[in-house]
């Protein structure tokens, strides 16, 4: 005679088999899965499809696989043939972007169906593609950085050097790894710079634009500008420099030069006058005499001179 036993605990550990074999559960335990799954034959008829699936994917039991993703099908027919999983497959569905896993399940000589699991990658693959352009303009920024002529300084609100260019080692005899973390106010006290256009700006809050020399004697035109976050908080200045050492010593040269040709000028004049007071021209009247020596000078001018009288 059968009975059955009064256990309490056998009693449930079979119907928790049972609950486990139901395909209820199944579906319930598959609908709390943030991914979606789909479940397909040979055929690519779909035989089961999970909530998320439904939502994001538009599969319903019965479906064709190859109509809702008709670019995804090859790889599961691959996958049919050749029983071999595939994974990392990127799939595109409307506003999604998923990364997918073909799974066979065994048939007799070949698999009778595949289980597919997309992964929804949407905002991964927006962070990828964020960083990636963010990535390309860092390059286009070093570049445009470092090909700059001028020398260029980036500070903190603190003072604090974050980078130099190219340049700005150039022209300073300097290593940007030498500065770059350290604070203006100490390569001041050092005696690196005599005049710092980011401690300008820090002090009055707007452009500063001075003459600025270094110890090795450069003397650099700097432009200091700040930059302000979106609460109005000064948290970087911008440090132009321009070597103008060279062209201030063509600009001395170049007066040097001037005063030489006007001496140069003065004593042509000079002869011109002695020549006129040793020449032909009979000319007595102090009238006449201030006529020529002004005719003698105006003809060092390129300019029109109107003559009038008789």
């Not at 979606?36 to 034959?41: E, F, K, N, S």
């Amino acid at each position: 005679m059968a009975f059955e036993s009064s256990d309490p605990t056998r009693s449930s550990l079979r119907n928790y088999q049972d609950i486990m074999e139901s395909q209820a559960f199944n579906q319930t335990f598959l609908n709390f899965i943030r991914d979606a799954i789909v479940v397909v034959d040979h055929s690519g008829t779909v035989l089961f499809s999970n909530q998320t699936a439904q939502s994001n994917l538009k599969f319903r039991t019965g479906s064709q696989l190859g109509n809702v993703l008709p670019e995804f099908w090859p790889s599961v027919v691959h996958t049919l043939k050749d029983a071999v999983s595939r994974t990392n497959i990127k799939v595109k569905a409307g506003e999604f972007i998923f990364r997918t896993k073909i799974i066979p399940f065994p048939g007799n000589s070949q698999p009778c169906g595949v289980v597919c699991v997309f992964e929804n990658s949407t905002e991964f693959e927006s962070i990828t593609h964020q960083l990636l352009s963010s990535q390309e303009l860092s390059k286009e920024f070093d570049a445009i950085f470092n090909s700059c002529s001028d020398g260029l300084w980036i500070c903190d609100g603190d003072a604090n050097v974050i980078r130099i260019n190219e340049s700005s080692e150039k022209i300073n005899n300097i290593r940007a790894k030498d500065v770059v973390g350290r604070n203006m106010r100490d390569l001041l006290e050092e005696g690196f710079i005599d005049r710092s256009g980011t401690m300008e700006v820090l002090n009055s809050k707007s452009t500063a634009n001075l003459i600025q020399y270094t110890r090795d004697g450069m003397k650099l035109m700097i432009t200091a500008i700040p930059v302000y976050d979106e609460r109005g908080r000064l948290f970087r200045v911008v440090v132009n420099e321009k070597d103008i050492t060279e062209i201030e010593a063509l600009h001395l040269e170049l007066k040097k030069q001037t005063a030489i040709r006007d001496q140069f000028r003065n004593q042509i004049l000079e002869m011109q006058l002695a020549e006129l007071e040793s020449t032909q021209i009979i000319a007595r009247s102090p009238c006449f005499v201030n006529v020529l020596q002004q005719a003698i000078k105006v003809s060092t001018v390129d300019s029109s001179v109107l003559i009038l009288g008789e």
